[in-house]
């Protein structure tokens, strides 16, 4: 009896430390599979694109025939991303870091409030950019207006608002309550103690969510799609239509002719590097910050 | 000193009154964009039943027949494909960082799960045309004796699973984290190994947060839009299985605006599709959401 | 027999990182007594508490050097699997963390673990340990309940009847009574007191008076470092050095 236990109960070691090693095994495997994949994605991307990649294709706008492999550059969706991209990232700066400052100055006594609206923000960066992409063509067609820089500025602003009021949010949510008293104690009003105290705290933290909201604005193809149109020049006015770099990618790869497609290749480079130096950027704000923070 | 200090008073006044203004409507946005949905679809709503607009397969704009079927059948197909793939890395690796990787390695994956939620859905597009869609016709679809261009429900399904790949990961590892710490070593101090205190312990603690990170993905690929266009293929019918092409709600809706006004209806028959879309993709992130908050709760 | 050593710990050093935790510990743990490791927080009791059952092993960015000796084995360097070195030790935490599973399932998991799964022999068992643990005539009736619907004090009691479903012969505690109003301390008290003829008892606390109640044997330490170690009546009467008066004095905290 008790040999026939302790026979059992070897034989569920054994089995035991097989289950540990598969399942380590596997865990590993998953965990170099998406390691392995960003390393593929950026390999491809840049094997096909690099080729492709000139000093004219950087320099110049599309010239009389771009569209059939003829002559000409990607400048026009270079200049027109970056336009965008600013713009809406101002837009949503100026509206979301006075939401920010408001949720964790104002509010900071309705914790409840405080929790609602994260959750609707949390909530809204979850809906896909193509309805607010939808919605504003449908805003403009019934206020009868044509496709803009301008109205893509407002599209994308709107879509990027909310990450950007939580980055924010969580930056500030950080900062030590002792400040936000000894401000408060030193007589200054709550927008003072905001615009002044906090939001020269947690800089970096406001870098960050900037360069976060950026790189959502500079990347985002469905809510521009119908709503900054698509020029070979460059705007020289917001009520000027635009080319994106995302929607010269998306146009320009459908095309039959090899020099077309090539190009779609390389600007997909160009907008994955504007995308990797952001997040490097990022992320050195954010360790700066990190080490800022445990001063405290 | 008067005027200085009333200014100042004034000043706060009207920031409050702004600032109050521009929460109150990001707070009433969701309703908002629901409200605009439907009353824009509700020309198309009135003129045929809700039901049969799903159920329908027939999607003939010019003679006024609007199926919506294929669309939302494909994108589930896509959806449920991203997950099936997903998830299982997704925990699986949630699990090594948080339990089994030596810190540096997190020091390595951590930025590369960023870099990949931060490349554009464009660029997976391309990577899934210049990749995915080859590989798919030249060597996947042989294998299984399938006839495809590789322009499929698999490659949509194959792309958008690496997409919402550092989505999942980045929740699960939270779950993981808020579980506490003690509850692992009470565990492990009965003298079970590291991978059954897993197993039966842990994993069973973290299992609303799991379905919820799931929920969460689920919500984010259903609304994922140019990835899957690009390599989908994009041909109106209900399809039968991965090798087929597909037609998404949201690839239906980024490929006919352009043309909606000249047609009637088309504009409703396109903001159904807008307001399909945003009701799944609120409903799971609600419903996910609140579970991890209560989850959450529970350990305050 | 009177005062065998059941744990002997010799030159041990733990880093995190960089920051030392543990200074060259050199304690002896008698058998079949409470030994209390008493000290301000922070000092790096529970660290040494959980290094007696390897936890530390599961910190990727923890050092260890130097000797753990149970019965005379170094479990720091022992081909043993880890399971058995933690199987002869029950751990009770700070806070009860009861298995998320029902209340006849946490004990019989121990018990599973073991090999064991009649259903005949389990319940008996079951019922035996939580009789140990005092808890058996409050869930008799409502085993199949989960054990988060149990008070706090009856958790921690459910988790000590669940740490002795393995059978151990030593008990880490680790000031098991924080969490738990004074009635259900008073019980946990109490219990030790019974098992101590049973079981090796390591008790860590930073309060004075539950030591003073129960100890045995006394450990004390203080940045990471072990002042000063004794039988408890020597430890509390004439303390030897200063910082050992100072502390029971109630000048250290």
């Known amino acids: 009896m008790r040999i026939s236990t302790g026979n059992i109960f070897r034989l569920r070691k054994t089995w035991w430390r097989f289950e540990e090693t598969f399942f380590r095994s596997l865990m590993i495997f998953s965990s170099m599979v998406i390691v392995g994949v960003l390393l593929l994605i950026i390999f491809s991307i840049m094997k096909t694109g690099i080729p492709a990649l000139s000093f004219e294709m950087l320099t110049q706008t599309p010239k009389g025939g771009f569209y059939f492999g003829k002559e000409g550059g990607i400048l026009n969706a270079i200049v027109g ?18 939401v920010a400052i408001f949720m964790n100055t104002w509010l900071l006594k309705h914790k409840k409030t405080v929790n609602i609206i994260r959750f609707i923000l949390d909530l809204l960066w979850g809906v896909p950019s193509i309805i607010y992409g939808a919605i504003g063509f449908m805003i403009m067609i019934m206020l009868g207006l044509k496709t803009s820089l301008l109205a893509g500025i407002i599209v994308v602003g709107m879509f990027i608002l909310p990450i950007m009021i939580r980055a924010i949010d969580e930056a500030l949510k950080t900062s030590p309550s002792g400040l936000t008293e000894a401000s408060l104690s030193l007589g200054s009003t709550k927008s003072e103690l905001g615009f002044k105290v906090l939001a020269k705290q947690c800089f970096p933290g406001i870098i960050t969510a900037v360069l976060l909201s950026f790189g959502r604005a500079i990347g985002d193809a469905a809510s521009v799609l119908f709503t900054t149109g698509f020029t070979d020049n460059i705007p020289t006015s917001l009520t000027q239509p635009t080319a994106t770099l995302p929607l010269s990618i998306f146009f320009q790869l459908t095309s039959p002719i090899p020099e077309v497609k090539n190009r779609a290749y390389a600007a997909a480079v160009v907008l994955t590097i504007i995308i990797l130096l952001t997040s490097i950027l990022s992320r050195v704000f954010s360790n700066r910050y990190k080490k800022h923070s445990i001063k405290f | 000193m008067k005027p200085f200090r009333i200014g100042r008073l004034v000043k706060e006044r009207v920031n409050r009154v702004w600032m109050t203004l521009w929460t109150v409507i990001i707070i009433l946005t969701p309703v908002i964009i629901g409200g605009f949905l439907l009353w824009k679809s509700s020309m198309l709503l009135e003129e045929n039943s809700l039901m049969k607009l799903l159920g329908s397969s027939e999607w003939k704009p010019l003679s006024g027949k609007f199926g919506f079927s294929p669309f939302i059948i494909s994108s589930l197909w896509v959806t449920f494909l991203a997950l099936i793939i997903a998830g299982p890395i997704c925990i699986l690796s949630a699990l090594h960082l948080t ?12 930025p590369a799960i ?8 464009v660029i997976y597009g391309v990577w899934g045309v210049v990749v995915i869609v080859p590989f798919i016709s030249g060597h996947l679809a042989p294998v299984f004796n399938a ?11 194959l792309v958008l ?10 929740i699960l590892i939270e779950i993981f984290n808020t579980i506490p710490v003690e509850l692992r070593e009470a565990t492990l101090s009965l003298g079970v190994s590291n991978w059954i205190t897993i197993r039966s312990v842990l994993l069973r603690k973290a299992f609303p947060g799991i379905i919820s990170a799931i929920g969460l993905g689920l919500s984010r690929a259903f609304g994922e839009t140019i990835a899957v266009l690009m390599v989908v293929g994009n041909v109106t019918h209900v399809p039968e299985g991965v090798f087929q092409p597909g037609y998404p709600l949201t690839a239906l809706i980024a490929n006919n605006y352009g043309e909606m006004l000249s047609i009637p209806l088309y504009d409703s028959a396109l903001m159904l599709a807008a307001l399909i879309l945003f009701a799944i993709v609120v409903l799971f992130n609600l419903a996910s959401r609140l579970i991890i908050i209560r989850y959450e709760n529970k350990y305050r | 027999m009177e005062n065998e050593t059941k744990i002997r710990i010799e030159n041990l050093n733990l880093s995190i990182g960089k920051s030392k935790i543990l200074k060259d510990i050199n304690v002896e743990i008698p058998k079949h007594k409470i030994t209390v490791i008493l000290g301000p927080s922070g000092c790096g009791k529970t660290t040494l508490l959980k290094s007696m059952n390897r936890l530390t092993d599961i910190y990727s960015d923890i050092r260890v050097s130097g000797k753990i000796l149970i019965d005379g084995e170094d479990i720091l360097h022992t081909d043993k699997d880890v399971t058995e070195i933690r199987k002869r030790m029950g751990l009770l935490s700070q806070r009860p963390y009861p298995l998320p599973m029902n209340i006849y399932k946490n004990i019989a998991f121990g018990l599973k673990i073991s090999g064991r799964r009649k259903k005949r022999f389990l319940n008996k068992r079951i019922e035996h340990y939580l009789k140990q643990a005092n808890l058996w005539n409050e869930v008799k009736d409502r085993l199949k309940e989960p054990a988060a619907s149990l008070s706090i004090g009856q958790q921690q009691r459910l988790c000590l009847a669940r740490g002795l479903a393995v059978d151990p012969d030593i008990i880490l505690a680790d000031e098991p009574t924080s969490a738990l109003d004074p009635i259900s301390s008073q019980e946990i008290e109490k219990k030790f007191t019974e098992l101590k003829n049973g079981y090796t008892i390591v ?19 203080y940045l990471g470092e072990v002042i000063e170690q004794g039988p408890a009546e020597q430890f509390f009467k004439s303390p030897q050095t200063e910082i050992t008066k100072a502390y029971l004095k109630g000048s250290i905290n």
Do not use: W
């Open chain 1, 81 to 98: 991303s970056a336009y965008l991209a600013v713009g809406a990232t101002g837009l949503a700066l100026s509206i979301g870091l006075p």
């Open chain 2, 99 to 110: 339990y089994y990787a030596p810190s540096f390695f997190m020091k390595i994956v951590q």
């Open chain 2, 161 to 170: 699973s690496v997409m919402i790949i550092p989505f999942i990961l980045n």
């Open chain 3, 203 to 221: 008790l860590v606390t930073h309060i004075l008076r539950q030591a003073i109640r129960l100890a045995d044997y006394v450990i004390f330490m």
């Open chain 2, 114 to 121: 960023d870099i990949l939620a931060g490349i554009p859905s």
């Open chain 2, 147 to 157: 006839e495809t261009s590789g322009y499929s429900i698999l490659a949509g399904g």
